[in-house]
T-cell receptor, first 118, second 115 residues
Framework: GAVVSQHPSWVICKSGTSVKIECRSL??????MFWYRQFPKQSLMLMAT?????????EQGVEKDKFLINHASLTLSTLTVTSAHPEDSSFYICSAVRSPGQGVDEQFFGPGTRLTVL | AQTVTQSQPEMSVQEAETVTLSCTYD???????LFWYKQPPSRQMILVIRQEAYKQQNATENRFSVNFQKAAKSFSLKISDSQLGDTAMYFCAFMKPSNTGKLIFGQGTTLQVKP
């Protein structure tokens, strides 16, 4: 299979602090990873596309200075929520696309991270 | 720009019965992929079924099948012999092959399977 992990699964932090979420592809290489945000009973909202070795591409309306994305290797992307505030509380999901030559461009999703900012 | 619309926010079905979830999309592309994803209460996204636009034959995966109508830009999901474990939120999604796997999701349909 193609497994994607996220860590932590749940994090509570104080307002003003920064939180880092890791997304790892465990058994395949991922040139591209995606970060989503999901509110209860709503769809996934794409925040940014993360490409290994280059800057992330952010969707319109997403603050790149607030949501820092780093894709330093073919198996790891990180999302850092800087100076978190209660309105940043949400469920964050990452997904990874297998690199070309290893299969079709199917997205494999992580289990998500629930962020609560007090 | 592509859009995906799921017009049924919530649906319910009795266990063992059949239910169909609707999805329409808008695109000017001729080649693309369509997906149905399931998100159970655990919130783990699970791929249910995939359809390539160039294939006329409707995709099937065990109890799950699609009705793909390319001209009508419709992509419905039929779940046969519904099981309690099918209770989840279901998302229809669109992808252009050249877009490095970027998905465009519909709003989702919450399906409740009743015993």
């Amino acid at each position: 299979g193609a497994v994607v992990s996220q860590h932590p699964s749940w994090v509570i932090c104080k307002s003003g602090t920064s939180v880092k979420i890791e997304c790892r592809s465990l058994d395949f290489q991922a040139t591209t990873m995606f970060w989503y945000r999901q509110f209860p009973k709503q769809s996934l909202m794409l925040m940014a596309t993360s490409n290994e070795g280059s800057k992330a591409t952010y969707e319109q309306g997403v603050e790149k200075d607030k949501f820092l994305i780093n894709h330093a290797s073919l198996t790891l992307s990180t999302l850092t929520v800087t100076s978190a505030h209660p309105e940043d509380s949400s469920f964050y999901i990452c997904s990874a696309v297998r690199s070309p030559g290893q299969g079709v461009d199917e997205q494999f999703f992580g289990p998500g991270t629930r962020l609560t900012v007090l | 720009a592509q859009t995906v619309t799921q017009s049924q926010p919530e649906m319910s079905v009795q266990e063992a019965e059949t239910v169909t979830l609707s999805c329409t999309y808008d695109t000017s592309e001729n080649n693309y992929y369509l997906f149905w994803y399931k998100q159970p209460p655990s919130r783990q996204m699970i791929l249910v079924i995939r359809q390539e636009a160039y294939k006329q034959q409707n995709a099937t995966e065990n109890r799950f099948s699609v009705n793909f109508q390319k001209a009508a830009k419709s992509f419905s999901l039929k779940i046969s012999d519904s099981q309690l474990g099918d209770t989840a939120m279901y998302f229809c999604a669109f992808m252009k092959p050249s877009n490095t796997g970027k998905l465009i999701f519909g709003q989702g349909t919450t399906l409740q399977v009743k015993p």
